[in-house]
């Protein structure tokens, strides 16, 4: 039988002392804001400082108005000097995830994604759950700390978002921290976060994705060529997923040096992480949940000969990729 919720909260507290200094690095969307700022409270006045640093380019507009309006207090990755710290915390992340978290070992790991052989001295994770909101949200129960307005919203949206409105995978865990939230997040916040206006600047890579898309058996594949954010890819693979017969999106870009491929589906009979890992794995890092995934590849792993300004070319490859990973793996063994 699993601990319980306090049985972990007092593990975690036992980890830290009032001396620490605590980063909690994040590759930023709103379950890993809110989860950060949830473990913040829960240390508030049990260590001297923490500090909550995103490792990407924050540019997706709801991100930003989401950090905007809750006032999530995030510091660029660039900016910190990591001497300073002597204790850190992974949430909705792992080591292998994200290129600056490699030669991360966290004293502490919360995270909702397929486990992974990192270590730390306090590890929970729960792949079944919908979102690391949630188990954060049980940490605060447990703790018997009512959220602020802000800190609930925060969380309100990681669930909502992580989840898609409970349309992806869903635990009656995530049911009951989304009613709880509900009593203390503030509607009004919520719908200004959703509603946040896509940036002007964005609309060419829409127009990009619609005159380069290529459709085939339920899937749609887009390769924008150089984006000023992987999020571009989330943004554009989640309107993909809007449009009727399409079961599964994906789309990829450049960006920091990294071949960038994000995968959504409607979770019918599919499973993202795993196309994801079998595709990609090979060559970067990969994985996900059933309907959504990452891979992220150097562009030195690429085929020398790949051209990626050549929009077609790079989506002939990534069909290949995906349509024959079976073949591929012979081939290279062979070789």
Same mark, same amino acid.
């Given at each position: 039988?699993?601990?319980?919720?306090?049985?972990?909260?007092?593990?975690?507290?036992?980890?830290?002392?009032?001396?620490?200094?605590?980063?909690?690095?994040?590759?930023?969307?709103?379950?890993?804001?809110?989860?950060?700022?949830?473990?913040?409270?829960?240390?508030?006045?049990?260590?001297?400082?923490?500090?909550?640093?995103?490792?990407?380019?924050?540019?997706?507009?709801?991100?930003?108005?989401?950090?905007?309006?809750?006032?999530?207090?995030?510091?660029?990755?660039?900016?910190?000097?990591?001497?300073?710290?002597?204790?850190?915390?992974?949430?909705?992340?792992?080591?292998?995830?994200?290129? %600056?978290? !490699?030669?991360? =070992?966290?004293?502490? +790991?919360?995270?909702?994604?397929?486990?992974? /052989?990192?270590?730390? *001295?306090?590890?929970?994770?729960?792949?079944?759950?919908?979102?690391?909101?949630?188990?954060?949200?049980e940490y605060l129960r447990a703790a018997k700390i009512r959220p602020s307005a802000k800190l609930a919203t925060g969380l309100f949206y990681g669930i909502k978002t992580d989840t898609s409105n409970f349309e992806r995978q869903t635990t009656i865990e995530d049911v009951?921290?989304?009613?709880?939230?509900?009593?203390?997040?503030?509607?009004?916040?919520?719908?200004?976060?959703?509603?946040?206006?896509?940036?002007?600047?964005?609309?060419?890579?829409?127009?990009?994705a619609i005159s380069n898309m290529r459709f085939r058996k339920g899937r749609v594949f887009i390769y924008l060529g150089t984006v000023v954010s992987p999020d571009i890819c989330v943004l554009i693979a989640d309107f993909f997923m809007r449009v009727n017969r399409v079961?599964? %999106?994906? !789309?990829?870009? =450049?960006?920091?040096? +990294?071949?960038?491929?994000?995968?959504?589906? /409607?979770?019918?009979? *599919?499973?993202?992480?795993?196309?994801?890992?079998?595709?990609?794995?090979?060559?970067?890092?990969?994985?996900?949940?059933?309907?959504?995934?990452?891979?992220?590849?150097?562009?030195?792993?690429?085929?020398?000969?790949?051209?990626?300004?050549?929009?077609?070319?790079?989506?002939?490859?990534?069909?290949?990729?995906?349509?024959?990973?079976?073949?591929?793996?012979?081939?290279?063994?062979?070789?």
């Amino acid at each position: 039988m699993g601990l319980s919720s306090t049985e972990k909260l007092r593990r975690l507290y036992e980890i830290f002392k009032g001396s620490d200094r605590v980063l909690i690095p994040v590759n930023a969307d709103p379950d890993a804001i809110a989860s950060a700022m949830a473990v913040k409270r829960l240390l508030w006045r049990k260590v001297a400082e923490i500090v909550i640093s995103h490792v990407n380019v924050i540019k997706r507009p709801d991100n930003l108005t989401m950090i905007r309006l809750l006032g999530a207090p995030l510091v660029p990755w660039a900016n910190i000097d990591r001497a300073v710290f002597n204790r850190t915390i992974m949430v909705d992340s792992q080591p292998n995830h994200h290129l %600056s978290f !490699v030669d991360i =070992v966290p004293d502490v +790991l919360i995270d909702h994604h397929p486990i992974t /052989d990192a270590s730390a *001295k306090f590890k929970d994770i729960r792949p079944h759950y919908g979102a690391t909101s949630t188990i954060l949200t049980e940490y605060l129960r447990a703790a018997k700390i009512r959220p602020s307005a802000k800190l609930a919203t925060g969380l309100f949206y990681g669930i909502k978002t992580d989840t898609s409105n409970f349309e992806r995978q869903t635990t009656i865990e995530d049911v009951r921290a989304f009613q709880f939230l509900f009593r203390y997040a503030n509607a009004h916040l919520i719908r200004k976060i959703e509603y946040a206006e896509i940036r002007f600047d964005f609309l060419k890579y829409y127009k990009t994705a619609i005159s380069n898309m290529r459709f085939r058996k339920g899937r749609v594949f887009i390769y924008l060529g150089t984006v000023v954010s992987p999020d571009i890819c989330v943004l554009i693979a989640d309107f993909f997923m809007r449009v009727n017969r399409v079961g599964h %999106s994906i !789309v990829s870009g =450049v960006c920091g040096g +990294l071949l960038v491929v994000i995968m959504r589906n /409607d979770g019918l009979r *599919k499973n993202a992480g795993s196309l994801s890992k079998r595709s990609f794995g090979h060559l970067g890092q990969a994985g996900g949940h059933k309907s959504m995934a990452r891979a992220e590849i150097e562009l030195s792993k690429l085929p020398k000969d790949l051209n990626l300004k050549n929009h077609k070319s790079v989506t002939n490859w990534i069909i290949r990729q995906i349509e024959k990973p079976s073949k591929r793996k012979i081939q290279e063994k062979n070789n």
